[in-house]
Every structure is written in C-alpha cells, then in structure tokens.
C-alpha cells in the first residue's frame, strides 16, 4: 500500500510539470496597470509556451486564462512576494483571486519580453539588448558550415531588431546536411543562435523562432533565391522564395535611379531590360516583372 501510495505521489507529480497539464492552457492575455490598452493577448508558441514583445508601463501585470475577469478565469500569479517581471525565471501558481498580487515593473521600456511556460509553470523576463549581427550558416549555403566566413545579415533602417538578407539557396553535395541552414548571432557558433522547432521545417512555413534550445535546421523545399527577414526581438522568420537563379539574378542587385526628363523613380527589373523610372516606362517596355520604387508590377 505505501508503495502504492509512493507511485501516485510520483505520477501526480510528473503530470503537473508535464505538457499533459499544459495541455488544459490554450490561451493567456495580460492585464493591469502596466499594460499599455488594458489588455492584450499573449502569442503563442509551440512547446506549452506563451511569449510577450513590446511595450510596459511602470505597475502591475496580472497574467490569465480568459480575455476578461469573470467566474471562469484563472490568474498565473507569482508564487514569491514582490516578483519582478524580469526575471530569470520564478514560479508561479494558479489562482481564481483576482486580487494576489502580480509581476512587478518598476519603469516604462518599448523592449520589454517575457515568456510563460505552462509545462515548467515558470514566467521569465528581460530587458531585450538588440542583437549587433546576424549571420545565416548552412550546407545549402555559399560559406558552408564554417565559422567566421558565414553570410552576414543587413539590418533594416530605423528597424534595431529587424535584419533581412536576400540570396542563393541551393543543395551543395559537397557539404554535411546539403539542403540545410540556420541562423547565428554572430560570425561564430556560439552564444546565441536561432533555429526552428522542428527539424527540417521549410523556412517558407516558418513565422516563429527558437532561440537556442535545440539544434534544429531549416531545409530548403527547391533551389532559388530567397529573401529572409528575421525580427530578433519578436523571434519572427519571414522567408520568400524569388525563383531559380536563371530569373532572379538582377532582383537581388541594387536598385538604380534613372532620369529621362519626364518622371524619376527606383527601377530594379527582374528581367534583363532596365527601364526608367516613375510613369513613363508603362506601356512601352517588354513584357516581364519589374520592382518600381520598391513595389513588383508586371508589365504585360
């Protein structure tokens, strides 16, 4: 019988830190008086994780289950006096009180981020520093799988944590995991790299990051060109695929300005005509598509 009861306390025990406990939260939001709105949903992740990005106010934030308080709604509430919501990490516990106490924040910051762990039923939060660099590694990559020759990123104007890089993707036979990638932090392997959740996930179905954790890789679906923005902040991949490289070649160039005395504007043509800017060109150019003052217009 003790050993009965010895098995029940373990298995009890298993499943509240277990994702089957997790399971039960598909939904957090914010709320108090340190969140800008009143209210707002937090995103969520894949592994039982709920992730928020932006802006708070000097107050209180209360995390629960329901968009609004009612007899329903359970509060995520620190299970330690005076918590901070930047934190490495504190315990929290559930609770129908609306009235426990909730995370601390002590002054007003655009770059706040936290993430609740409903399998680990901790909160962690930081004070986000923009990343410097971003790098892409990869078999399927020009710079292979070596340190400090990978392929930098550019970081978009007025944008710290937004980095974008555009280029070929293709399978090298020659290299270790040939159709694979990720994305590094720096021109090295380690501290802080990006990965997706799941192994050989297509980056062009990809829209969450992983930031360390395992050492999952992107596969590429086909050979081409690709463009890639990464928000570092957010942990966001957008990925497009511009085509093989027989017709993407002057995409990725500069733009250039051109002036015929009439209109000018940028004009990138993804086919081998370059045209001039603004209006004038419509009408009396070849068939093919074209990037107008940054925008695709195909000329028919």
């Known amino acids: 019988m003790e050993k009965m009861k010895y098995q029940l306390i373990v298995l009890l025990a298993w499943l509240c830190t277990s994702g089957l406990w997790a399971q039960n939260i598909d939904n957090l939001w914010i709320t108090g008086s340190a969140v800008p709105g009143g209210i707002q949903q937090l995103e969520r992740f894949p592994n039982h994780q709920f992730k928020f990005a932006g802006t708070l106010l000097p107050g209180e934030v209360k995390v629960m289950t329901t968009a609004g308080h009612d007899s329903q709604t359970q509060y995520l509430v620190p299970r330690y006096y005076q918590s901070y919501v930047v934190n490495n990490g504190l315990a929290y516990k559930l609770s129908d009180n609306a009235d426990e106490p909730g995370w601390i924040v002590t002054f007003e910051e655009n770059r706040y981020r936290f993430t609740v762990d409903t399998s680990t039923r901790k909160l962690k939060g930081e004070l986000f520093q923009p990343w410097d660099e971003l790098f892409i590694v990869g078999g399927c990559v020009e710079c292979g799988w070596e340190s400090y020759v990978m392929l930098p990123f550019k970081r978009q104007k007025d944008q710290l944590c937004t980095w974008t890089w555009t280029g070929e993707l293709r399978e090298h036979p020659e290299n270790v995991e040939p159709r694979r990638f990720k994305i590094m932090g720096q021109n090295a392997w380690d501290p802080k790299q990006l990965h997706p959740f799941t192994q050989d996930e297509s980056p062009l179905q990809t829209t969450q990051l992983c930031t360390g954790g395992d050492d999952n890789k992107w ?51 993804l086919s081998p005509w370059r045209g001039v800017g603004g209006e004038a060109w419509k009408g009396s150019k070849p068939k093919g598509i074209y990037i107008l003052n940054g925008k695709k217009v195909i000329q028919k």
Do not use: C, H, K, W
């Open 219 to 269: 596969q590429i679906p086909s050979d081409g060109y690709y463009r890639l923005t990464v928000d570092v902040f957010r942990e966001t991949l957008r990925a497009e695929f511009l085509g093989t490289s027989a017709d993407t070649e002057t995409a990725i160039q500069q733009p250039q300005r051109v002036e015929d005395g009439r209109n000018s504007g940028v004009m990138t043509p």
